[in-house]
């Protein structure tokens, strides 16, 4: 596509983007990638080199989102050179006041074969400046954004900003402008757009120098538990310690650092109990004391604090000409690392709306729609994880719900983002009707979720679930996560993973029955097939609720029970 740019001063663009983070940046190297002749600016206060490892929150990527940012944006043999493959996510569950190799853990024996990063924001987002730049992007480092003047109809937006160095004010103007402000979140803001989502987490992070592995947590002479997981790798996983209400995380850095943050539910721990280092030490020698003890003599890089982190917007895009893109607009939860893929989305949306503008296509229903998609993906996605909070602390109920929440993302959001579906009018409206009864029966098993967590015997647990080698996730993984598919194609995968989804949750169902009330098993005569969308731990709703009248043709739940059941086991008590 060819611009025509009328006259214009030096400081005239087509897209100015307010904020030089991971959304800003990426958003940028999109547009230069999809549009070569679009004149760029992307505006933030701090110049560079950004510090390595003690610098921004964020370092842990989801495949979709290394999808995003290797082949979208063309990053893949930067990433490999530059950034940690990660071995997966890792949970910890169980008594942390115990032997730390006692306690449940879930996780990667090996690496899998579609890759995700742990990387350094620091050194990431030198790079990408350095590339937008390279690129013919402007580049505006020490340019601390004060005011976005927007104008309408075909008026040319105005940056008021700042000179970090002679403090002299400055404007820039654009026909788009973008919102990548981060947490400040200018034009929500201004706009009146924040959206509370009501659950209140907060976190706090440090960096630490060198290496902080996890497997320092157990002795050497354990040696069947470090045999479990060949050649020391645990390292290279998120790694997560488990409890009621919280979280630790435990991430390698490729700068020769180790990132740890303590993340929790303010009703169950409050944020004054752990909002400085002091603080936040005392808290982990009382809920994580193996860590504790490992680095309890070691000095921060830094200390960093993020309360009440969930929100949403009312609106991130306008056919107005302008979008807030990352934590600008919205933020989830960052349990499973979503932020990458909220990014890309997003920047997707943006990138997609302003060519459509440029060709004269933009309609204000287009826009409409994706701020209905993004809007409401992010709050499905903070609903499913905070919901989880309390749940934390029971291994058997979390472990089934990870598995759930792994089969849900790679059959239903993965697609989205390796397909490009969200950009795409025919696929997206075919895919919908494919996946229309997911969203009811993703209700009915977070609610059996938490009635199972409030009702458990506390029986149920297990040693150690390497869940690439349970054969379902495996096959969803395989076929799900990798693009150029038509729309047919699609439509099938959705129709066959959905078969997949309710076979889970009818198998994970009975695992809950028998925990809670295994009396009951013999209601579940073979061959079992049951309506996954009534099931649920009250005993008296079933028959009302039509548990033994299958909403769907009758399938073989052998199989994923085979695969499921063996996972766990129930002890007396």
């Known amino acids: 596509m060819q611009l025509e740019h009328p006259v214009r001063s030096a400081h005239d663009y087509d897209v100015a983007i307010c904020g030089g983070g991971l959304a800003g940046l990426t958003l940028a190297r999109q547009l230069k990638l999809q549009i070569p002749d679009i004149s760029i600016a992307v505006l933030d206060k ?23 940012l290797s082949d979208i944006l063309q990053l893949k043999e930067y990433l490999a050179q530059h950034h940690l493959y990660k071995l997966g996510f890792r949970f910890f569950f169980g008594d942390a006041t115990g032997p730390f190799h006692q306690r449940p853990e879930f996780g990667l024996t090996r690496f899998p074969v579609v890759p995700s990063f742990n990387v350094d924001r620091g050194i990431l987002e030198n790079d990408l400046r350095r590339f937008n730049e390279e690129a013919g992007i402007a580049m505006l480092e020490g340019c601390a954004v004060q005011d976005i003047v927007l104008k309408n109809g075909d008026g040319r937006h105005e940056i008021i900003y700042k000179n970090g160095e002679q403090g002299r004010e400055g404007k820039v103007k654009s026909r788009w402008v973008i919102d990548a402000t981060g947490r400040r979140r200018l034009l929500q803001k201004k706009l009146k757009l924040t959206k509370d989502l009501g659950r209140k987490c907060s976190a706090v992070w440090f960096r630490l120098s060198g290496r902080i592995d996890v497997s320092d947590l157990v002795p050497a002479e354990v040696e069947s538990w470090h045999k479990r997981v060949p050649d020391n790798i645990r390292y290279y996983s998120t790694n997560h310690l488990m409890g009621r209400g919280y979280w630790v995380w435990i991430i390698p850095l490729p700068s020769n650092s180790t990132s740890i943050g303590i993340d929790a539910i303010e009703d169950i721990h409050p944020f004054a109990g752990f909002n400085t280092h002091k603080a936040a030490m005392q808290w982990l020698k009382k809920y994580e004391p193996a860590l504790a003890a490992l680095i309890q003599d070691r000095e921060p890089m830094d200390f960093m604090c993020m309360r009440d982190y969930t929100y949403s917007s009312r609106q991130v895009f306008s056919s107005e000409r302008w979008a807030c893109v990352g934590e600008a607009g919205i933020f989830a939860d960052p349990l499973y690392a979503p932020g990458t893929d909220l990014i890309g989305i997003s920047n997707s949306m943006a990138a997609d709306i302003i060519r459509l503008d440029f060709e004269g296509k933009l309609t204000p229903n287009i826009v409409t729609n994706y701020n209905w998609s993004v809007i409401a993906l992010n709050e499905a996605l903070a609903r499913n994880i905070q919901v989880g909070y309390p749940l934390f602390g029971n ?10 929440d792994t089969a849900a993302g790679w059959a239903l959001l993965a697609p989205q983002i390796y397909n490009s579906i ?40 297990f040693e150690f679930i390497d869940f690439l080698k349970i054969s379902l996730l495996l096959d969803l993984r395989n076929r799900n996560l990798h693009g150029c598919k038509s729309a047919q194609e699609l439509v099938d995968d959705h129709i066959y993973n959905m078969e997949r989804i309710e076979e889970m949750a009818q198998a994970i169902f009975l695992l809950a029955v028998e925990d809670v009330m295994p009396e009951c098993l013999h209601h579940f005569q073979e061959p079992i097939w049951l309506n996954a969308w009534a099931i649920s731990i009250n005993q008296e709703k079933w028959q009302a609720d039509g548990l033994f009248q299958p909403a769907t043709p009758r399938r073989d739940l052998n199989g994923i029970r085979q695969q499921l059941r063996p996972l766990f086991r129930f002890e007396q008590h």
């Open 422 to 461: 969200f950009i795409d009018a025919e696929k997206s409206a075919k895919i919908r009707k494919a996946k229309a009864s997911y969203f009811l029966l993703a209700q009915t098993i977070h609610r059996l979720f938490v009635e199972w967590e409030a009702k458990s015997s506390g029986r149920g647990t």
């Open 395 to 404: 291994a058997a109920v979390m472990a089934a719900k990870i598995i759930w």
């Open 46 to 68: 701090l110049s560079r080199p950004l510090p390595a490892a003690a610098f921004k929150v964020g370092e842990s990527t989801t495949e979709a989102g290394a999808y995003y």
